[in-house]
């Protein structure tokens, strides 16, 4: 299984996966052309994608769904909340709709929920033979009750989307500030750093930092805060990186 996140931020977000046999996007965010010009950079063209998994429909998620399936017709994966959320994909045939866990041949994806102010909202545990990817990000909070499937992952995607400070004294609107820091907003660097502290274990071999914002973050912050907890905690992990919202992130 290999993972590469194509785009993460405020302007558009997408993550590929594949194994031996299927190709996913996760979320397909900023424009067909970019999509296409980024898998295009890995050796993967568009047509080859078999579906497309929607974490929620919020824009910078979906935006390029609509052009991308008229075009080549992939499957989308949703729940029944997203797809009467989606307009344009009334009158689309190539639709699954999921509740909770998707089987697809081998790969095994369980959804949980997600606290974000969309109709319906999830995240994802990603599981192929001995391979393991955990997806985290647009959310105001982790629930406790998801830890034991989030704990000892390969892979960590996991959101760290602001600064507190540099939000609070930041140039957003109040109701923007409140509606990013409370229960069904963003994680912020902190609550990343806390969150994944008590999740990475002995398996784990690399995390991925993202949605951070352009406004009110920095990788400088997101990596010091989440290396500074893990020293709190006696961790010693430094395989990090943060994800750009317009370059792809090494193929892991």
């Keep these: 299984m290999r993972v590469v996140v194509l785009a993460s931020g405020s302007e558009g977000n997408s993550t590929y996966l594949e194994t031996e046999n299927i190709k996913i996007l996760i979320d ?17 063209s568009p047509s080859e994608i078999n579906y497309i998994l929607i974490s929620h429909t919020h824009k910078d998620h979906v935006s390029a769904l609509k052009t991308f399936v008229n075009r080549y017709k992939t499957m989308v994966l949703l729940s029944r909340e997203m797809f009467y959320d989606l307009e ?3 009158d689309y045939e190539n639709i699954t709709i999921y509740e909770e866990d998707i089987v697809l041949n081998n ?5 949980i929920k997600s606290s974000h102010d969309a109709p319906d909202s999830r995240n994802f545990i990603i599981e192929y033979k001995d391979n393991s990817i ?11 009750k998801y830890f034991n499937l989030l704990k000892d992952k390969e892979i960590y995607l996991f959101e760290s989307n602001h600064d507190i400070e540099m939000l609070l004294n930041g140039p957003y609107p109040k109701w923007l500030k409140s509606r990013v820091v409370g229960s069904y907003g963003h994680l912020s660097n902190k ?8 999740l990475i274990g002995p398996h784990t071999k690399k995390i991925i930092l993202m949605h951070l914002s352009e406004v009110n ?12 907890t893990f020293k709190e905690y006696g961790i010693d992990f430094n395989d990090i990186q943060c994800a750009n919202r317009s370059e792809i992130t090494e193929v892991v």
Excluded: P
């Design 28 to 44: 397909i965010g900023r424009n067909a052309k970019y999509i296409k010009e980024k898998l295009e950079s890995i050796g993967v």
């Design 88 to 90: 344009n994909l009334k």
């Design 107 to 111: 790969l095994r994806i369980h959804t």
């Design 134 to 144: 955990v997806y985290v990000t647009d959310t105001g909070y982790v629930n406790r």
């Design 191 to 198: 609550d990343s750093a806390f969150y994944l502290s008590k």
């Design 217 to 228: 973050n920095t990788q400088e912050k997101a990596l010091n805060t989440l290396l500074e």
